[in-house]
């Protein structure tokens, strides 16, 4: 559902600007790829949700100042951040998108709990363990595969 309108044009150029001139190292400590499917996600919401015209603002405003953002200050730095987060949370409980990996991880936080019982009844712990992750990463994998499929993933 990724809309591309002209903000959305706009914003992904001056991220992309931002991708080139930066090193690697400050291109992920300002999730500049991350902020890019955002900002493609919240362009195709902003027409029906109030929320996502505000997060419009924001984002223009974060690239505004995000070329003196390794300038300034920690604090400063970490609003950059938590206003990134605050977005995808919205995304996710608002409009029910997940972000990559979501499935994945939750398949191996639950395997690994049904690992320990697949291997007490084994008599072997550390033998079900291992089973139990296999089992939720296969699981994870394909509702990671399922959600991207129906346009889901952030």
């Known amino acids: 559902m990724e809309v591309h309108n002209r903000w959305y044009e706009d914003t992904a150029?001056?991220?992309?600007?931002?991708?080139?001139?930066?090193?690697?190292?400050?291109?992920?400590?300002?999730?500049?790829?991350?902020?890019?499917?955002?900002?493609?996600?919240?362009?195709?919401?902003?027409?029906?949700?109030?929320?996502?015209?505000?997060?419009?603002?924001?984002?223009?405003?974060?690239?505004?100042?995000?070329?003196?953002?390794?300038?300034?200050?920690?604090?400063?730095?970490?609003?950059?951040?938590?206003?990134i987060k605050n977005m995808v949370k919205h995304l996710q409980q608002d409009h029910k998108l997940i972000t990559r990996g979501h499935y994945v991880g939750l398949g191996t936080a639950l395997g690994t709990g049904l690992g320990v019982a697949i291997g007490a009844v084994m008599g072997s712990v550390g033998s079900g363990i291992p089973i139990g992750m296999a089992i939720g990463v296969a699981i994870g994998l394909y509702l990671d595969s399922k959600a991207k499929k129906e346009g889901r993933v952030i």
Do not use: W
């Open 13 to 83: 150029k001056a991220i992309n600007s931002y991708h080139d001139t930066l090193t690697e190292k400050e291109a992920k400590r300002f999730k500049l790829d991350l902020l890019r499917r955002v900002a493609g996600r919240i362009a195709g919401f902003s027409e029906e949700c109030g929320r996502c015209q505000i997060f419009q603002q924001e984002i223009t405003q974060l690239l505004q100042n995000l070329g003196n953002l390794s300038l300034l200050s920690k604090g400063t730095r970490q609003s950059y951040g938590r206003a």
